[in-house]
């Protein structure tokens, strides 16, 4: 039988470098060969051999509803048909950014744009605008797109600055950037000492899940909120992926459930609030977004930024997201799901742990919940291979990389959870 997933993947890496537009998808880490989506249907997508998966990636995070919802679908097609896009602002940007206010109220501003990473270098170049410093520090396993500045690896210590994760980063570009330690406040705490006065912000991932999935811990978060408001640095936090996705008001309505009055100053978001659609967003408050274009000497623009199309599809989606008892189902199936590959886990005898918060979740080969990139990277990297193929083998898609982290999406039922469950356990009995 022709596998048609390989006939595409062997044309695409004739015009398209490594096959695929974005790397993690061209399943380096675990080998194989990738699946090329035909179509996709609620919790479902068929590959180009017309197999089914169960899929726990939903788009890395946007497909929260699951695919082809029904009011999303409606809302993109009468969109369409009133046009693609203008160039000029419509009713349709207002109503989000009021919808994203009223979910997040740390932000009284925000600015549409069209990705994560474009989202993560506006904000960016917006808080070193808004205090007049040029320092940051962001931590070791967080992502925050592409950007250069962002780009970089732990320094050989504190006084020294980050080294460029990718060619093409001139060292210059990230000799402002500090790389500390998820949850490590003595490092955070020696990093404001010595660096306060020239900070401009500190960038987090609240629970990092570009490191599979790592809280913050509350101790951790407080500490950043209270350096950060001593030393007139932005608490950044990284939403792209948390937000409106571990809970409606994001991972910021769930650290304020621990800590009082908590609030980031700048909020980066994007993969759900745009349903699927290339949509992204920065906001915060009124005196840091009043620094922007044209209020502002702080530039950003996008020809595409708040597209009509894009901006139907988020808004039906957060309609949707918000309907009363929603989160509240999506989270209990994420817990079945997390606690039924627990318990199949420890009857095969094979180390694990895993959390899991709203619609997002991550498991590790470890005994422990890790706390930092470090303890991630100790997992067991073949194992995970041979679990990744063992689920795909069965229909379940799961993030083909072990420091990524996987999403439910109101789509899947009980029985797609049960069915995840009993391929997880024939897989983990040949570990
Ligand atoms: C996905 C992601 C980004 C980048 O978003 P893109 O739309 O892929 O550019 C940034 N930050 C976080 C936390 C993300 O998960």
Redo the contacts with the bound molecule.
Sequence with gaps: MTDHNQTLFDRARQVIPGGVN?PVRAFRAVGGTPRFVKRAQGAYFWDANDKRYIDYIGS??PMILGHGHPAVLQAVQKAALDGFSFGAPTEREILLVEALIKLMPSMDMVRLVS??????MSALRLARGATGRSKIIKFEG?????ADALLVKAGSGLATFGNPTSAGVPPEVVQHTLVLEYNNITQLEEAFSLHGKELACVMI?PIA??MNFVRASVPFMKRCRELCTQHGALLIF?????GCRVALGSAQSVYAKSIPGFEPDVT?L??VIGGGMPL?AFGGKRAVMEQLAPLGPVYQAGTLSGNPVATACGLATLQEISRPGFFDSLSSKTRSLVDGLTQAAQKAGVPFSADCEGGMFGFFLLPELPQNYAKVMTSDSPKFNKLFHGLLDRGVYIAPALYEAGFVSGSHTAQDIADTVTAAAEVFASL
Excluded: F
């Design positions: 974005s890395w995070g990705s994560g990473t474009e989202a993560g967080c992502y925050h797109g592409h991932e899940g570009n990284d939403e792209v992926m948390t980066v994007g993969k992204a």
